[in-house]
T-cell receptor
């Protein structure tokens, strides 16, 4: 009963470093999403995918890239991390009902 | 301007009391409206999903209502429990490109922080 799994759960990066967040789902969902959640802002959509091999920009895509090479995985990349990208990142997948991962707390110093 | 507005921003109630959270949206067309519960440090969990043709949907002590004409939804919590302390988020799925049968993406409200005191 894995659902949506995000790795890592916590990470501290130095400004300019790169990293990749992995989201994996075992429910055969077509739609997958990456969000960031900041205090007082609610969840904001970074990028999303409507199926394997597809990606699209959300509300706040700058500074992030994504890939959906396999249906079950949706990767979020930060090529050159900035302090403004300090946030909690959530991945979600859905067909009709959406399921969220437990979040990745990222700090950029 | 946020397309999904929630009120109040925060709410404190005593255990056992009822409360109602509000969600007003301006987006259209939309596929459905959802309410989520997010415990501190956890991902959101779905409570209810309502299409534009549904007026009321219940999930245990949670009852959601939807008025598609006025673009308002509410979440009523009955006989609150300490475990109800959480953030409650209203989400509207809006069409990206309905003319081409495009996909729907979720638009989130900022949530209502509910604290239930014993």
């Amino acid at each position: 009963n894995a659902g949506v799994t995000q790795t890592p759960k916590f990470r501290v990066l130095k400004t300019g470093q790169s990293m990749t967040l992995l989201c994996a789902q075992d429910m055969n969902h077509e739609y997958m999403y990456w969000y960031r959640q900041d205090p007082g802002m609610g969840l904001r959509l970074i990028h999303y995918s409507v199926g394997e091999g597809t990606t699209a920009k959300g509300e706040v895509p700058d500074g992030y890239n994504v890939s959906r090479l396999k249906k079950q995985n949706f990767l979020l990349g930060l090529e050159s991390a900035a302090p403004s990208q300090t946030s909690v990142y959530f991945c979600a997948s859905r067909n009709y009902e959406a399921f969220f991962g437990q979040g990745t707390r990222l700090t950029v110093v | 301007k946020n397309q999904v507005e929630q009120s109040p921003q925060s709410l404190i109630i005593l255990e056992g009391k009822n409360c109602t959270l509000q969600c007003n949206y301006t987006v259209s067309p939309f596929s459905n409206l959802r309410w989520y519960k997010q415990d501190t440090g956890r991902g959101p969990v779905s409570l209810t999903i309502m299409t534009f043709s549904e007026n009321t949907k219940s999930n245990g002590r949670y009852t959601a209502t939807l008025d598609a004409d006025t673009k308002q939804s509410s979440l009523h919590i009955t006989a609150s429990q300490l475990s109800d302390s959480a953030s409650y988020i209203c989400v509207v799925l809006i069409a990206v490109d309905p003319a081409s049968g495009g996909s729907y993406i979720p638009t989130f409200g900022r949530g209502t922080s509910l604290i239930v005191h014993p």
